[in-house]
T-cell receptor
């Protein structure tokens, strides 16, 4: 399967713990995005990488959140000192360079539950 | 302030009939509109898009209509099939932003009854 891959699919943690999610985009896609989706709402943009450079961050991304994309391949999203409000589905998506419409290729998501 | 709104949380139609999903937006800077479909336990998948310079785009059973003056778009599925049952998200991209940064509506759950 050559789609976007996310790991883990589901993470349950206690408040105050740190969690890290990994995303492997489609190999020929140089743009990578993180979105967050809470119950009953649509995905919300968090951050964007072009190759290894993080070019944009939403104000939704508090200082407890950090994302990296070393070497422009896979990406990680780390949440420090998790809060119950962080419970959500974290979606990774990628797009190829030169895409006009901005069609996003999403992974299956990583669901975070903070107890 | 929600810039993309899908006012109908759910829609139920009979197999073979037309499904019409609606979406309204407020931001005049949006230049591309996209529809995504999402099945349970899966990520959204792209369905169809339309540029703001067009008023219609068709792909098989799926047609998207854009009314810029009304800031309204709709997705028509005809004929509807049970496999179309899913959550449908309307999304919009702002002119001169990075291509994949979209603003999504909250989705409409479509149920197609056999």
């Amino acid at each position: 399967d050559t789609g976007v891959s996310q790991d883990p699919r589901h993470k349950i943690t206690k408040r105050g713990q740190n969690v890290t999610f990994r995303c492997d985009p489609i190999s020929e896609h140089n743009r990578l995005y993180w979105y967050r989706q809470t119950l009953g709402q649509g995905p919300e943009f968090l951050t964007y990488f072009q190759n290894e450079a993080q070019l944009e961050k939403s104000r939704l991304l508090s200082d407890r959140f950090s994302a990296e994309r070393p070497k422009g391949s896979f990406s990680t999203l780390e949440i420090q000192r998790t809060e119950q409000g962080d419970s959500a589905m974290y979606l990774c998506a990628s797009t190829p360079q030169g895409g006009i419409s901005g069609e996003l290729f999403f992974g299956e998501g990583s669901r975070l539950t903070v107890l | 302030d929600q810039q993309v709104k899908q006012n109908s949380p759910s829609l139920s139609v009979q197999e073979g009939r037309i499904s019409i999903l609606n979406c309204d937006y407020t931001n005049s800077m949006f230049d591309y509109f996209l529809w995504y479909k999402k099945y349970p336990a899966e990520g959204p998948t792209f369905l169809i898009s339309i540029s703001s310079i067009k008023d219609k785009n068709e792909d098989g059973r799926f047609t998207v209509f854009l009314n810029k003056s009304a800031k309204h778009l709709s997705l028509h599925i005809v004929p509807s099939q049970p496999g179309d049952s899913a959550v449908y998200f309307c999304a919009a991209r702002e002119h001169n932003t990075n291509a994949g940064k979209s603003t999504f509506g909250d989705g409409t759950t479509l149920t197609v009854k056999p």
